[in-house]
């Protein structure tokens, strides 16, 4: 495979195209969902869907895209009214309600396309696609679909952009405000609904969760802005998209969706390692100074409780009184020194004045000894 490839082959181009607005959209909509700690709920809407494919194929008997996945979406409207109905009318909290529909709802589906699949009807092969996705079927007309939605989400989250902020941070302000929060939800719900149904055929009901959520948590690693995170994740899964195409198309036995959902997790991983903020790697790397300054603290507060005891803050102290000093090593002295905190001559330590002032203000504020 070349570069070029993806610019002349229309299987190929097509592909990287679809896959590319899909994970947008994904990271875009799952943005919201990370930030509303409702991040089954994508698992719950993909499973949720396909007992829609099921029945929308038993109706018409055909395995139209845009008629199946007008099922998937139906199915999937049906499964969030549900969870929010449990929610609302029991004392289940979410996350039970998720599981509830996630198994009920991909059971009863598994059981339907069973029963088609033992149908004389020889037009019903290939509906498993939807459990694992199957990327290289799309056609122009389906990544048409994927923009047209693409750029209506754009426009409802810009439109809606303060309201769907009030929501996500502070829900009970927003209704003392007078806004109308089950609309708002509903809204959100509903797109995010729709970018997983348009996902399906490409990731499949298995994975279509991990697209729309991998992106959004890789983003989140790298800023507090709700704006910035909604960016960054469709920038995550745009390029997840084109680089798990990239991959898969350089092995004739690789299945794009799994790869791109792969990726996804690589841009976590780094994400998770490598963000400064949030990163493991640098939270490390600040741990560790943050140890090193207590310990320079903690040698200077030592040091400054026995040169308060002399009428002479320079008056030289031999090195060897620090010996069972937990905090000290003669690197700690060195960095006093570099601080002119402390001198040293010979054998012998004294402080100077800018360090008996630095001491006096640790005292001040009571850090213990250890």
Known sequence: MELTDFFTDYTLRTITLGTAVLGAICGMLGSFAVLRKQSLLGDAISHAALPGIA??????????????LLGALVSGLIGVFWIKGIVSKTHLKTDTALG???????????????????QPNANQAGLDKYLFGQA????????TLMIIVTAISLVVILLFWKEFKLLLF???YAMTLGFNTKFIDGLISFFIVLAIVIGLQTVGVVLMSA?????????RQWTNSLGVMVILAAIFG????????????????LSTGPVIVLVAAVFVVISFVFSPERGILFKQIRLIKNRRDLELQKTLYFMYDIVRKHDDISRPHAIKILNNFQGFTKGTLGKLVEKDWITIAGDSWSMTGEG???????YNTNIPES
């Open 55 to 68: 029945i929308a194929f038993l109706i018409t008997g055909a395995k139209d895209s845009n008629v199946l």
């Open 170 to 172: 502070d829900k009970n």
């Open 238 to 253: 745009a390029f997840s998209g084109v680089f798990g195409t990239a991959i898969s198309a350089t092995q004739s036995n």
């Open 136 to 143: 290289a079927t799309l056609v122009e007309s389906d990544v």
């Open 211 to 219: 697209m729309l959520l991998a992106p959004a948590a890789a983003a």
């Open 356 to 362: 008996f002032h630095t001491a006096a203000n640790l």
């Open 100 to 118: 509830l529909i996630l198994s009920l709802f991909f059971g009863f589906g598994m059981l339907l396309l069973t029963f088609i699949q033992k």
